[in-house]
């Protein structure tokens, strides 16, 4: 289904690097965002950290993980971190650092 005014939403590359966090205790994640970020509405933010965390995830799981405790941190390409993405239950929780 083709939803209008949504296509360049569909192929903006926001996320440009992902990087193993050695700190945890499980796999979790370091996602580089694109400068596109900083025009993001809160909403639109939320919406595209809770969309990562799920794919990673799942990728986790489908690589025979438990992505219970995972964590996947966003940030700015000069390493600043901008959002922490974590589970609790089932529950994802969006915490907004800068």
Do not use: H
Request: aromatic content about 8%; charged content about 30%; overall charge positive.
């Amino acid at each position: 289904m083709f939803v209008r005014g949504r296509r360049d939403d569909c192929r903006a590359r926001i996320i440009t690097a992902v990087t193993e966090l050695q700190d945890s205790a499980t796999p979790s994640a370091a996602l580089t965002v694109a400068d596109s970020w900083a025009s993001f509405s809160k909403i639109k933010k939320q919406r595209v950290a809770q969309a990562a965390f799920a794919y990673w995830k799942m990728c986790l799981s489908k690589a025979g993980y438990d992505p219970k405790g995972t964590v996947v941190v966003l940030r700015d390409a000069e390493g600043v971190d901008l959002v922490k993405v974590t589970a609790n239950s089932d529950k994802t929780t969006v915490d907004f650092l800068k």
